[in-house]
């Protein structure tokens, strides 16, 4: 795939090639513990640092391109410091696959896919989310579900629980205006702008990268960027999963099937 240089926009990419100024990934910000194991699909990506991810068949899990470089994805887990020995799955990573137009200075197509060695199995704690063909855009105002093993504060560190918190979508020209981002970074069509509602903090920060967005129960987004953590005018951005998003994840999938 033909993708842009810092100055060129690729049509194949659909993305105005924009200079993305963003903190290295998110957290959840006044959030609550998940119920354990009600989200089997989340995967813990750990080494020095912390990514999540979902898994979406049994041997790949979606997550951000710009996580570091992870050799292991833990499924089933809930409390990282519990050993969890029943419903626990540590696999091997066999291949990063980034999305071949991701920019990691502009966090254009901020996606990767892992491959793992082996097949996950289904149990009671561990199951893929499954992607469909297409997915719906969430309307500013609409209530999604950010999770993750993230930090709960700016100043605090990781969760040992899985939080998650409802975020509210922002409208994209609003959160361009001046008092959100200001276009510093410019919030593109490519990108899902989600956070308070306006009363109270609701955030992802360093921790959750890779994580879902989930809208009405699908899997709509990547946790991508921010600005700080839980700020009401600094809201989380997310890669949305478009038609080309998916199409590229399920053909990147065939592809190395073999």
């Known amino acids: 795939m033909f993708c842009p240089t810092r100055f060129i926009v690729s049509i ?6 924009l200079i993305v100024q963003s903190s290295h990934g998110s957290e959840i910000i006044g959030g609550t513990e998940v119920e354990p194991h009600s989200m089997p ?3 813990l990506l750990m080494n020095k640092f912390m990514c999540g991810g979902t898994l979406i068949s049994p041997k790949w899990v979606l997550t951000a391109a710009h996580c570091p470089h992870f ?3 833990l499924l089933g887990v809930h409390n990282i410091k519990e050993k969890e020995k029943d419903s626990r799955q540590v696999l091997k990573v066999e291949r990063q696959i980034p999305h071949p137009c991701y ?3 502009d966090k254009v197509n901020d996606l990767m896919l892992l491959k793992l060695k ?6 009671k704690t561990v199951k893929w989310l499954q992607l469909g063909n297409t997915v719906r855009e969430p309307a500013a105002g609409a209530r999604c579900l950010v999770a993750g093993w993230g930090k709960t504060n700016n100043k605090g560190g990781i969760s040992n629980t899985l939080m998650s918190v409802n975020v509210t979508v922002i409208d994209r020209t609003k959160c361009n205006s001046h008092d959100y981002y200001n276009l510093k970074p410019v919030i593109t069509r490519s990108m899902i702008c989600a956070g308070s509602d306006g009363k109270k903090s609701a955030d992802t ?4 990268s890779g994580g879902p967005l989930l809208c009405n129960g699908a899997l709509v987004g990547v946790t991508s960027f921010g600005r700080d953590c839980g700020l009401i005018k600094k809201p ?8 080309k998003q998916l199409i590229w994840i399920k053909s990147t999938m065939k592809k190395y099937e073999i």
């Open 12 to 17: 194949s990419c659909l993305v105005l090639l």
């Open 41 to 43: 699909f989340m995967a």
């Open 71 to 73: 050799k292991e994805v």
């Open 103 to 105: 920019d990691a200075a």
């Open 118 to 123: 082996k097949s996950a199995k289904q149990t």
């Open 205 to 208: 920060c360093q921790g959750d």
């Open 236 to 243: 989380g951005v997310y890669s949305f999963l478009s038609e």
